[in-house]
Structure formats: structure tokens, C-alpha cells
């Protein structure tokens, strides 16, 4: 369990890991990496550094960001979606603009199709699913997988 509060330093956790609050950033934390994560404005991820061999990675404190909190044993992530824009929600799902043009086929052509972390989070933010293409009607998604 994670628990933020307005204190500046937390306990050390099991595996050495550290969390701690430092001028409006919060730094997660250990011997081997620390990773620190901008609060001014939402949470956006600063940098990513390798604490064993120095390197450190800017992340533009872009939306990059993501956490998921499961209480599942095991989990699968389906990375590589594509979404795109359909008709108009005044449409009926067989006469939507979509459904049309085949974007439920298999074969359809989705290369120009706007890439996306995740179909279930519509808006821009952590993990770096930009906004929705067509807020007030119907979208689509897909993802491929062997």
C-alpha cells in the first residue's frame, strides 16, 4: 500500500525502496533507480535515472505517466492500440460511419489509424493516451496479438 501525506520523507519500504517529496516532486526511489515525477500540474514523469551506472533519461515531464492499482494475481497488458473516429452518436450502430466502411473487419487498413496505450481511458492524460478522436459519438478501437 502506497500512502502519501504532506510529510516531505516516508519510510523506507521492503526491498530498500524510498519515496520522498521534494519541491512539488515526488521521487520513488532505491539503490538502483530513482524516478521522479512532476506534481505542479497533475502528475507528469521528469526523468528515469539508473542509479548503478549513472545514466539518466529526461521524459520531457510529458504525459507519460501512468499507475494502475490491481488487485489481480497475475495480469496481461495489450499494448499497440489504434483508435479512429466514427459517425455521429445520432447514427444507429449499423448505419454508423464505421461500421460502414469496415473498421470491424479483420483486413481493414489501420495504418493511419492514431496510436494509443489504452481504449479505456478517453482523454488525454497518464499513460499517454491522447484525447478521444470523437468525443460526442462513436470510436474504434483495436489492438492485434498472436
Not at 506534481?39 to 521524459?59: C, P, Q, T, W, Y
Not at 515531464?61 to 497475475?74: I, N, V
Not at 489504434?82 to 464505421?98: L, V
Amino acid at each position: 500500500m502506497l500512502l502519501l501525506t504532506t510529510s516531505t520523507t516516508y519510510p523506507q519500504v521492503e526491498g530498500g525502496c524510498y519515496i520522498e517529496k521534494e519541491d512539488g516532486n515526488l521521487i520513488l526511489g532505491s539503490d538502483y533507480f530513482r524516478w521522479q515525477l512532476d506534481l505542479s500540474k497533475g502528475v507528469h514523469a521528469a526523468f528515469v535515472e539508473n542509479r548503478l551506472s549513472g545514466g539518466r533519461i529526461d521524459l520531457g515531464k510529458g504525459p507519460e505517466c501512468g499507475l494502475r492499482f490491481s488487485a489481480a494475481q497475475k495480469r496481461i497488458e495489450l499494448l499497440g492500440w489504434k483508435q479512429a473516429a466514427g459517425g455521429d452518436s445520432a447514427s444507429t450502430p449499423n448505419e454508423e460511419h464505421g461500421f460502414r466502411i469496415g473498421f470491424h473487419r479483420p483486413e481493414i487498413d489501420d495504418s493511419q489509424w492514431q496510436n494509443t496505450d489504452s481504449p479505456w481511458v478517453l482523454s488525454s492524460g497518464p499513460g499517454g493516451t491522447p484525447p478521444s478522436p470523437n468525443p460526442d459519438g462513436y470510436n474504434w478501437y483495436r489492438v492485434a496479438f498472436d
